[in-house]
């Protein structure tokens, strides 16, 4: 049973959201795969109502916080960033650009937007009291995040699928997104691996620096407690995959609220370690593994051709 994955939709901005998908078990996928992971869920639900320690205490977060101007101000930068750069790339080259070219210019763009502001973060900036974990920490605490919360994932998407049969509202697809379908498909070119790559490294990092760096942090800023920032940075992160093409509306069902419990993980784990390496560790290996998923789905049918 295979949760949500992450590949790029093509867009003038395919890293400002997580390209996520859905995908559904197959008819006779197993009971025991089903028992597996209820088992999962049951285990993973006792952890987090039995360990206190995901709980953000007054000293954890970020040791660096933006101010609230400096945060709506890179909040803009980092959303417009890959619009711009294929934008200026059709300036420069013509209006008869390929899109793969239109794509790589928007993730160089927002690779460099990211950069410029992490290197004049005490601009915008200001320290906090806070004290983050190590880096190799909050890299082993975003993978074992992910771990806890992959049942939930799966379980939130079930409930969504099966809230849209009970409505009359379809049937959820077997894969929600485009690229993948691709993928899946045999379809594999040179844009959908530029996809691909913004998929499972540029988006993750894009992405995590808007949401959990710059607007949940914001948010904290501007008087919201851990929980309200988190609550109301996953809504943001949840709507805006509907709105940008992302997800379309029969996926939507199951789709949204898996990415509600991802956000809320990504929050948890920024809010908890302090550092940025915990989502984005966390969001990368879990695009990564849907990728490899939609792979091994498309080598059978490549092997029968």
């Keep these: 049973m295979v949760a949500t994955a992450g590949a790029a939709r093509q867009d003038p901005n395919p890293a400002s959201a997580e390209r996520a998908a859905t995908t559904q078990p197959k008819s006779g996928g197993g009971w025991f795969a089903l028992l597996l992971m209820v088992l999962w869920g049951s285990a993973s639900v006792a952890l987090l109502v039995g360990w206190r320690g995901w709980r953000p205490g007054p000293l954890d977060g970020p040791a660096w916080r933006p101010t609230v101007p400096g945060g709506l101000a890179a909040a803009v930068v980092l959303i417009l960033s890959g619009a711009f750069g294929a934008a200026l790339l059709r300036v420069a080259l013509g209006s008869e650009v390929e899109s793969s070219w239109l794509t790589a210019a928007a993730l160089g763009a927002q690779c460099i937007a990211v950069a410029a502001l992490m290197a004049t973060r005490h601009l915008w900036m200001t320290r906090s009291e806070c004290h983050p974990s190590s880096a190799w920490w909050s890299l082993a605490g975003g993978v074992f995040g992910l771990f806890v919360a992959w049942p939930l994932v799966q379980f939130a998407s ?17 894969v929600a997104h485009e690229t993948l379908r691709k993928m899946e498909q045999g379809g594999f070119s040179f844009e959908t691996a530029l996809l691909v790559i913004g998929a499972v490294v540029i988006a993750p990092v894009v992405e995590e620096v808007l949401y959990r760096g710059v607007l949940q942090q914001t948010l904290r800023r501007a008087g919201a407690s851990a929980r309200g920032a988190i609550l109301i940075t996953t809504t943001l992160f949840t709507i805006m995959h509907l709105g940008d093409g992302a997800i379309d509306q029969e996926s939507a069902w199951t789709a949204l609220p898996a990415l509600f419990v991802l956000g809320l993980l990504f929050g948890v784990l920024y809010e908890r370690s302090g550092r940025l390496a915990a989502p984005i560790a966390a969001h990368a290996l879990f695009n990564l593994v849907n990728v490899l998923v939609m792979l091994l789905r498309a080598a059978p049918a490549e092997a029968g051709v």
């Design 158 to 174: 079930m409930a969504g699928a099966t809230l849209q049969s009970i409505l009359g509202a379809g049937s959820a697809p077997v």
